[in-house]
């Protein structure tokens, strides 16, 4: 997987614009280096695909990947995750620190993450509804085929 690292040019605005979340020109700078790319005021791409999976019989439980694709061919990520406790997401942007050179690696990198989440939900010590530890596992196990599938059918 090649997955372009673009720390270094966001932490090098982020120091020479300090209030960069309110600057145009820090925007300016982003969409340039993701070689021109659409998006609003605050950095977020005006276009992309979602990607949905969710679990059969349980329509609370579901995770998206969100992917746009720049002109410079970069594609930027995004998750939302949404459980039977609640839920949480974003929209990919010119503010990501990472950029996938392919759509098949935009595609895993996120299934990757939803996973994570997911593991995170099953894992919760506090307080939580007694199935949930059972449907996080049922959606992890969800995404991992999911993963699993569309790398299949990128070998053909």
């Avoid at 982003?30 to 349980?58: H, K, M, P, S, Y």
């Amino acid at each position: 997987m090649t997955v372009i690292d673009l720390s270094d040019q966001l932490d090098d605005i982020r120091r020479r614009y300090p209030e960069y979340w309110n600057s145009d020109e820090a925007v300016r700078e982003l969409q340039t280096l993701w070689g021109g790319a659409d998006c609003n005021d605050c950095g977020v791409f005006e276009r992309d695909e979602t990607i949905r999976i969710e679990i059969d019989g349980q329509k609370s439980w579901y995770g998206e990947l969100r992917i746009a694709v720049a002109p410079n061919g970069w594609h930027a990520i995004a998750t939302s995750y949404w459980y039977g406790q609640g839920g949480g997401g974003s929209s990919p942007s010119v503010w990501n620190r990472t950029a996938c050179t392919t759509r098949d690696e935009a595609v895993a990198a996120g299934i990757n993450e939803l996973i994570a989440t997911f593991e995170g939900i099953r894992d919760w010590k506090g307080y939580a509804p007694q199935n949930q530890s059972a449907l996080a596992q049922r959606m992890i196990e969800t995404l991992k085929a999911w993963l699993s599938h569309s790398r299949q059918l990128s070998l053909f």
